[in-house]
């Protein structure tokens, strides 16, 4: 089975590929669709469409785990990050991925068993939780690993 993970936003969309081989988690790829705040948001939202239909041409996933909207703290981030996500959801029905969102705190319950982890410790658990040969930096992509990785723990056996 392979899977992608998806960490919405609409300056940095993380996402990995994960490949779900006789109970291992072998980290195929992983990254992030970069936006210029220069551009409009309207061209910002046709980067991330363009880029992850080439990410989902290439690797072909089989579903989709994507990070669920929640309460956000900072009032100016929730409408941008929305509106990212609809544009991945669309690409994703577009493509027939079937999808499972997971919020933040679902993430960090799965992953760590505690739904109010640091993301150093759910980064601890996701790096002995997958095959990789060089695990990303970026808390984004970090991020979309352990979403991809809360389907596979909840509905693979």
């Known amino acids: 089975m392979r899977i992608i993970g998806i960490d919405p936003g609409l300056a940095i969309v993380g996402y990995c590929i994960l490949d779900i081989e006789k109970e291992k988690n ?39 785990s994507i990070e669920k909207l929640f309460y956000f703290k900072n009032q100016k981030t929730i409408i941008p990050v929305a509106e990212a996500r609809g544009v991945i959801l669309s690409v994703l029905e577009e493509k027939l991925i079937p ?20 993301k150093e410790e759910v980064a601890k658990i996701v790096k002995m939780s997958v095959e990789y040969k060089h695990l990303p930096k970026l808390d984004d992509t ?15 056996k």
């Open 142 to 156: 970090l991020d979309s690993i352990a979403i991809a990785l809360c389907y596979s723990r909840f509905n693979i």
């Open 99 to 118: 999808v499972f969102e997971y919020t933040p705190i679902e993430v960090k319950q799965i992953i760590t068993g505690y739904g109010r982890a640091t």
């Open 26 to 64: 072998i980290l195929l790829t992983s990254g992030s669709i970069q936006t210029d705040k220069k551009n409009t948001d309207s061209a910002r939202l046709f980067e991330i469409q363009q880029d992850l239909k080439t990410i989902l041409e290439k690797y072909q996933p089989t579903v989709a």
